[in-house]
């Protein structure tokens, strides 16, 4: 909000008492007359009474290409003034404005977080389960006689177990470190989640210009008339333009040439710069058959002041047109003009654009260009960079019935006319149709609906606005960091879904296990100090998942706790066989009721530790290299729980050659857990 109003903190020219005076932008009300010129920013929405501009409005609407302002057109506060001059009227400031409107949409967006709602589910279901075993359990030890006072500090305990305490802290940690990832890419991270919702994201929206496009017009390839060559064609309409005018059309014309390595060793005695009334640019040119006149600018225009060939000229413009160029025509001779050519103008779309469109098409996500500008236009650059052609007016969207509205919004590929607020409202629609949404864009007309999607993408050169509304900010150019966040989205995505599932699976066997071992051996088999030292020795350390080495999906990932944990239950069932029979184990041994609470206290560290080596795969557990941070813990947390229970540190001691079997037990049982897996199992 700060960046938007700093941005109307301009100075502006103004007819106050008879006087012209200049005064900050804040000031001005309706009704003043205000007067701009080539340079100025527009201080307020106004209404010219007097002169001509060109104007670029791209960063508030999305138009690629300046546009011509005339008397009683309107001009918008915030865009630039390209060319002439011009007096107009105010008829909206601050809020009022076009550029407020925007203000006020930034202020209303908010992307939802996805994390918090699953790990409430994830907490509801565990919970659910706890409470309805520790009732099970309750009731149980009355009709056995068991005595309460022994029943309910277990029960307690047991609840703390299940809630993942670590959960949201391990969320945290593998959103945090693939955000530090990314920054070694070029992208930064503003609000974490997003890293993680990248991995979701199944619609990118992408604003055209200054995102897709280069944000400038460039020359396409020359059509020269007959008995003349593209080289002529650029030749004479160098020779009609001059760099010191800044002229967006004449800015190009000289760029074309360079790349082209055209020049002209004619001397130029007289130029003309484009004069509005005229729409076009002359030049007086000295030859050695002597003097020639050059001119460029609307079709039409040189038309009149030229000999053509009706056929030709009008079937190439009306070609040319139809594919949305914005068409020069280029003349020259002495006393008649001759047309030497056409040149093609449009904002062409960058070398990487195609390339990063194939690639997300790849990864499943859906890409749909947005733009300010005409059909012609974008269809013809969603063509290039291979969008589609399924193209949408937001007209046609806004016009159409409730029901109809959201078809449209979903199968379009295109949308063009789309104003500020119609791109917040594409990013909202596709949200309330389910879809995980990503929008790119530079401009302040992007801003609230880079906020209101879940990946919001700034691009490089966006403006400090766009970059204050995104969730992810580019620093190298063009769009193909993209890429990399969304496969380090899913990355992220598979560690968090490997400690989630681990969590689940150890809290199910947890409570399970000593719910239904109780009724068994008809006394508790680990004591409440070892379920909550259980919690320091496998939760806080398999926070180390945060660093695992992954592989990312090829298509979009969605958290279905529904599934997980369905999916989590067949695992915790396994590995409830591998706990009742080292409990059939030890009661079967000679030992003494603490020694029983040691190795089964054993017994969970281990499984839990194993666990995560079978879940973190989704082959066999040895097809990938776990990072050294897991590796590391994993061993030390084994040898650590190996010294204490033999050393009698915390819990009473036991001979190392038990811990040692039933470290042995529970990797073999891992091994036959994972055959199972592989065969059986399709994990998330």
Known sequence: ???????????????????????????????????????????????????????????LTGESQPVEKRYLDEIY??????????????????????????????????????????????????????????????????????????TLPFSLVVLIASVPVALPATFTIAMALGAEELSRKGILVTRL????????????????????????????????????????????????????TQDPIDIAVIECSKEKGVKSNLSRLHFEPFDPSKKRTEAIISTSSGEIRVAK??????????????????????????????????????????????????????????????????????????????????????????????VCSMKE????????????????????????EDKYTIVKSLQDLGHIVGMTGDGVNDAPALKQAEVGIAVFNSTDVAKASASMVLTHEGLIDIVEAI?????????????TMNKIVKTLQIVFFLTFSFFVARFFVTTPFDVILLLFFNDFVTMSIATDNVRYSPKPERWNVNRIVRSSLTIAILIL???????????????????????????????????????????HLWNSMPSKPLLVSSIADIIAVTLISSAGILVSPVPIWSVLTVLAIAFIFNLIFDQIKVMFLKLI
């Open 1 to 59: 909000m700060e960046l938007l109003k700093s941005k109307l903190r301009v100075m502006a020219k103004v007819r106050r008492d008879g006087k012209w005076i200049m005064i900050h932008a804040r000031d001005i009300v309706p009704g003043d007359l205000i007067a701009v010129r080539l340079g100025d920013i527009v201080p307020a929405d106004a209404r010219i009474v007097e002169g001509q501009v060109l104007v670029d409005q791209s960063a």
């Open 77 to 150: 506060s915030g865009s630039v003034i390209k060319r002439g001059e011009a007096k107009a009227i105010v008829v909206g400031t601050g809020e009022r404005t076009y550029f407020g409107k925007t203000t006020q949409l930034v202020q209303e967006a908010r992307a939802k977080s996805h994390i918090q709602d699953i790990i409430m589910n994830i907490v509801r279901y565990l919970v659910l389960v706890d409470v309805a075993l520790v009732v099970v359990l309750s009731v149980f030890a009355l009709l056995t006689g068991v005595n309460l006072g022994d």
């Open 193 to 244: 989640n997003a890293s993680e919702d990248a991995a979701s994201m199944d619609v990118l929206n992408l604003d055209k210009t200054g995102t897709l496009t280069e944000n400038r017009l460039r020359v396409g390839d020359p059509i020269p008339a007959p008995n003349h060559t593209e080289k002529e064609v650029l030749e004479y309409a160098l020779l009609a333009s001059d760099e010191a």
């Open 297 to 390: 600018g609307a079709p039409q225009v040189i038309a009149q002041i030229s000999s053509v060939d009706p056929g030709w000229y009008e079937s190439q413009i009306r070609n040319l047109s139809a594919k949305g160029y914005r068409v020069i025509a280029v003349a020259a001779g002495k006393d008649k003009l001759e047309i030497i050519g056409l040149l093609p103008l449009y904002d062409r779309p960058r070398p990487d654009s195609p390339k990063f469109v194939q690639e997300i098409k790849e990864l499943g996500v859906k890409p749909k260009m947005v733009t300010g500008d005409n059909s012609l236009i974008a269809i013809e650059i969603a063509k290039e960079v291979g969008i589609g052609d399924r």
């Open 397 to 420: 969207v806004s016009e159409a019935k409730e029901e109809v509205r959201a078809k449209l919004v979903e199968e379009c590929e295109v949308f063009a006319e789309v104003f500020p």
């Open 487 to 499: 496969k380090t989205g899913r990355k992220i995505y598979q560690r968090m879904l490997t400690y």
């Open 577 to 619: 066989v591998e706990s009742f029979f080292v409990l059939w184990l030890t009661l079967h041994l000679d030992l003494t009721l603490n020694e029983i609470h040691t190795l089964i206290f054993d017994m969970l560290v281990f499984t839990g530790q194993f666990t995560v080596y079978l879940l973190r795969e989704r082959g």
